[in-house]
């Protein structure tokens, strides 16, 4: 299936798509848009952004075709030997699952704009893309094809989706190796910041998260600068990630370095270590997995260590950021609610970070529960084997296990029984904090590396100088209260920083 994506006017922030296609034998096909893309667990309704949608024969002449479904477009194909599909996709959102177009750049999800046949996801695909003429660049982690400018080509769709495209005039910076491979760094207004030291930070990251797998599987790797404010997206030899040089000096190098750590890692850790339920994937409904807090919170989890390895964070730095974990999981009450299975499998109707609105909220996060369990299985191993194996271990073994021998992922009883395996013992108590809201024993845990913790209740007052104090189950919510004074409004700010 070949493609071409232009943008002859890119104020008007649409993609005009050209599709060129001999389709098989019979008498009509089905075209689809997925409604997600993979690492974005939400239903995206990419079908609703396409108009102008025309078909014709290898002679010219115009198909009728009709919709399917809510992502379907269904076109007669008896004695057609070749189609010709054109459409548009309008682009309104500045966002890491969604395309977007405008006067100075265009990033693509392949997910939103390029759409396949019916049961035919494992065609293969060759992309050309058209910049607006004043443009002269396209950054992908696609091969490129031979003699083609700005040509590219995907041996089937999974590949395709996985791969994003930014166009634009864009900066790229000076590449580096680790063991031979390529790694580049390019993106949209990049802005000003020490651009040596951003390389040769994200080289210790590049170098410590694949020294602790053991294995670089990709030809080339590419970290996709989209501009600030608009998340980030692993995928198989690239991330798309936000960033801007004002953004980097606002955040500070830390927040951003374990943004990238994170993104990073994820090729490892989803991409390939990974829940079977995630891939191949259902780009009509979604992919749900009770594992979620495997493949993004013990990502989470392995951000500040691999920090630390890379002499970016502290010990201090490290234990900080753990701290706030517990923290976080701990004075919400919707722990009391929702195992960390259950937030897993319902984020496609909660969210990534939990419902927010509720009057009382009883769900939780993965990004938050899952680096805590995180730390308390890395314990838990140590202890079992005298600190001879470690959660690394059953990373290493569920990558070479699942994903190198049998190119598949690993199911929950596979995951149970490999930890089992590492650490000589099925740790069952530990599993009931991912599929029951248990109360984790952090004492006896933390214990096990010589490290304490405060569970011990406090008394907080229900009234305060600038802000009311609603009791809500077992936490708070703490507002500035009506009409407050200008010495009031001072206290609540103040205090609301203290974070005491």
């Known amino acids: 299936m070949k493609y071409v994506v232009s943008m002859e006017d890119p104020a008007s922030h649409t993609f005009h798509v050209t599709l060129d296609y001999k389709p098989e034998k019979s008498d009509s096909l089905v075209l689809k848009m997925p409604d997600w893309t993979p690492g974005y667990y939400q239903l995206m309704n990419y079908a609703d952004n396409v108009a102008e949608f025309s078909v014709k024969d290898s002679d010219g002449n115009a198909l009728e075709w009709k919709r399917s479904g809510k992502t379907g477009w269904v076109i007669p194909t008896k004695a057609v030997k070749r189609l010709t599909v054109e459409y548009d996709v309008k682009t309104t959102r500045k966002f890491v699952a969604t395309s977007y177009l405008d006067a100075e750049h265009g990033y693509i999800t392949p997910a939103s704009v390029f759409m396949y046949v019916d049961q035919k996801i494992k065609t293969p695909a060759e992309v050309t893309i058209v910049p607006y003429k004043e443009w002269d660049r396209v950054a992908t982690g696609l091969d490129s094809i031979a003699k083609k400018r700005f040509s590219y080509s995907a041996p089937d769709f999974d590949i395709l989706y996985d791969s994003p495209f930014l166009i634009g005039n864009l900066e790229e910076l000076p590449a580096f190796e680790v063991k031979g491979i390529p790694h580049r760094f390019i993106g949209y207004k990049l802005g000003e910041f020490d651009k040596a030291k951003l390389m040769s930070d994200i080289r210790k990251i590049v170098e410590k998260a694949s020294a602790l797998i053991g294995d670089i599987p990709y030809k080339h790797y590419t970290f996709i600068a989209i501009g600030p404010g608009q998340g980030g997206i692993e995928h198989l030899n690239s991330t798309t990630i936000s960033f801007s040089g004002e953004q980097l000096n606002a955040r500070g190098w830390d927040g951003m370095l374990g943004f990238i750590t994170h993104e990073y890692f994820h090729h490892y850790n989803v991409k390939r270590i990974r829940p079977v339920e995630l891939g191949p994937f259902d780009y009509e409904n979604g992919s749900r997995t009770n594992m979620l807090w495997v493949s993004e919170g013990l990502t989470v989890y392995y951000e500040p260590l691999i920090m630390k390895a890379a002499g970016l964070y502290t010990t201090d730095k490290m234990l900080e950021f753990f701290k706030n974990q517990i923290s976080n999981v701990e004075n919400k009450p919707g722990r009391l609610h929702q195992s960390l299975a259950q937030a897993s499998a319902q984020t496609w109707s909660d969210g990534p970070f939990g419902r927010t609105g509720d009057e009382v909220n009883k769900t939780i996060s993965v990004y938050q529960k899952g680096p805590v369990v995180g730390l308390l299985f890395d314990f838990a191993i140590r202890h079992e084997t005298q600190n001879k194996k470690s959660l690394d271990n059953v990373m290493r073994k569920l990558y070479n296990d699942f994903y190198k021998k049998k190119n598949r992922g690993f199911t929950e ?88």
Do not use: C, H
């Open 413 to 500: 009883n596979e995951l149970r029984e490999t930890i089992a395996k590492v650490a000589g013992n099925p740790l069952e108590e530990l599993f009931s904090y991912i599929y029951t809201t248990a109360e984790p024993d952090y004492k006896k845990y933390l214990g096990y590396a010589g490290l304490d913790i405060d569970t011990s209740p406090k008394e907080i007052s229900e009234t305060k100088d600038g802000v009311t104090v609603k009791r809500i189950e077992k936490a708070f919510t703490i507002t500035p209260m009506d009409n407050p004074t200008e010495l009031q409004k001072a206290i609540f700010a103040g205090w609301s920083k203290g974070g005491e």
